[in-house]
């Protein structure tokens, strides 16, 4: 499946029990030897009494992260479609807490992404709390002073507020300031160009999986990041690589609101011995 082109293996394990190791994770997210893609998604049964399902997510490093927005549209979309549950609004445990997802007639899904935390532990981030931070990289061989946002929205994320996202070294800041020490479970990178206070551009490179085509989690630290910075109104939309989200965020304290598509593009049958 994909959302915006972040692209997703997605395997129900309450019909097909398997345990898959962090080495059978990473063969088969190899695009050229595997099957591919950007994050492997796990459909659970529930382990609480409140919730319809358990939803696990990793990275194509084998890694497992606490929370996906492109994946969590793809989630919805696919326990429906299969017949999972009958209900079009459902709530789905995942590492970071609760999430609620519902999938419209038109076929957009809507995810409750929960509350964005900016205190630096949430992330977690060894830096004294302040609005904007600063790091000296070494980019290319060379020394560079980068500026950005951190925030929490169930993964941690840093911000860089660009003129042109076009023509942003996102693989080389990407990969400096994604490693750097302070962040000591390492940081999804994205790239923000404002172009009004309602539109944006971005690009994000994830923690694991370096650019992908759309990062739904990185579309909320975003917009939360430019709205606390008084740059954005309450509604925008973001222009990924891979198509548009629409993000909602009122006011501190309140969650953020992401709606978007979500598509099958096959399904197959794997061993997974043939990847130990």
């Known amino acids: 499946m994909h ?3 972040n692209d997703f293996m997605v395997i129900d394990l309450i019909s097909n029990p398997v345990v898959l190791t962090s080495t059978q994770i990473r063969r088969l997210a190899d695009r ?3 099957i591919g893609f950007d994050q492997l998604l796990l459909i659970e049964a529930p382990t609480r009494p409140d919730v319809e399902f358990n939803y696990r997510i990793f990275n194509a490093d084998g890694n497992e992260v606490e929370h996906c927005g492109n994946g969590a549209r793809c989630f919805a979309r696919f326990v429906l479609d299969k017949g999972l549950t009958a209900h079009r609004e459902m709530r789905v ?3 970071r807490g609760v999430i609620v997802l519902s999938v419209g007639d038109d076929g957009f899904v809507t995810v409750d ?3 964005p935390d900016f205190t630096p532990a949430a992330l977690p981030f060894v830096a004294d709390q302040a609005p904007v931070y600063q790091r000296t990289l070494t980019v290319e061989g060379q020394p560079l002073s980068v500026t950005f946002h951190a925030v929490s929205v169930g993964n941690p994320h840093a911000v860089i507020v660009v003129d042109d996202v076009a023509a942003s070294p996102v693989r080389a800041i990407g990969t400096a300031l994604g490693s750097h020490p302070d962040f000591p479970r390492g940081v999804n990178v994205g790239f923000m160009q404002i172009l009004d206070r309602s539109r944006i551009r971005l690009r994000v490179f994830e923690r694991g999986a370096g650019e992908t085509q759309a990062c739904g989690t990185g579309a909320c630290a975003a917009v939360v990041c430019g709205r606390a910075a008084g740059l954005l109104d ?14 909602s965020w009122a006011a501190a304290g309140q969650p953020v609101i992401m709606r978007g598509t979500a598509a099958s593009v096959f399904e197959g049958s794997i061993d997974p ?4």
């Open 3 to 5: 959302g915006l082109g």
């Open 32 to 34: 050229h030897s595997g």
């Open 93 to 95: 445990q995942t590492m």
């Open 113 to 115: 992404m929960g509350t």
């Open 234 to 247: 309450a509604d925008v939309l973001a222009h990924l690589t891979g198509g548009d989200l629409r993000l």
């Open 273 to 276: 011995e043939q990847f130990s």
